[in-house]
Nanobody
């Protein structure tokens, strides 16, 4: 049974940093494209970042480029999202997801999802 479990969310102030973790079981992250998505209240889920499994190429939404960094530790079967210079519009539930497809920046391309972790950024 595949499980993705996010952790690391919380309440922070604007300008602070947070690191989200996504621990996987039942699959090997080394052969999955891993992505992060977020959903703010009243809004659709949106792409945040992804990392291809085959060559480590990374992708970022324009809104987070230069502030967020995705990485993975295959030995720990865990993917991370380092979030710096947080702003109130980053407030959302953050989800990690796994896909067998490279260059996957749409949520419809992901097969497995975590339950999400709340990130709240106060002004």
């Amino acid at each position: 049974q595949v499980q993705l479990v996010e952790s690391g969310g919380g309440l922070v102030q604007a300008g602070d940093s947070l690191t989200l973790s996504c621990a996987a079981s039942g699959l090997a992250l080394s052969v999955y494209t891993m992505g992060w998505f977020r959903q703010a209240p009243g809004k659709d889920r949106e792409f945040v970042s992804a990392e291809d499994w085959n060559d480590g190429k990374t992708y970022y939404a324009d809104s987070v480029k230069g502030r967020f960094t995705i990485s993975r530790d295959s030995a720990k079967n865990t993917v991370y999202l380092q979030m710096d210079s947080l702003v109130p519009t980053d407030t959302a539930v953050y989800y990690c997801a796994a896909s067998k497809i490279i260059t996957a920046t749409r949520d419809s391309l992901y097969h497995y999802w975590g339950q999400g972790t709340q990130v709240t950024v106060s002004a």
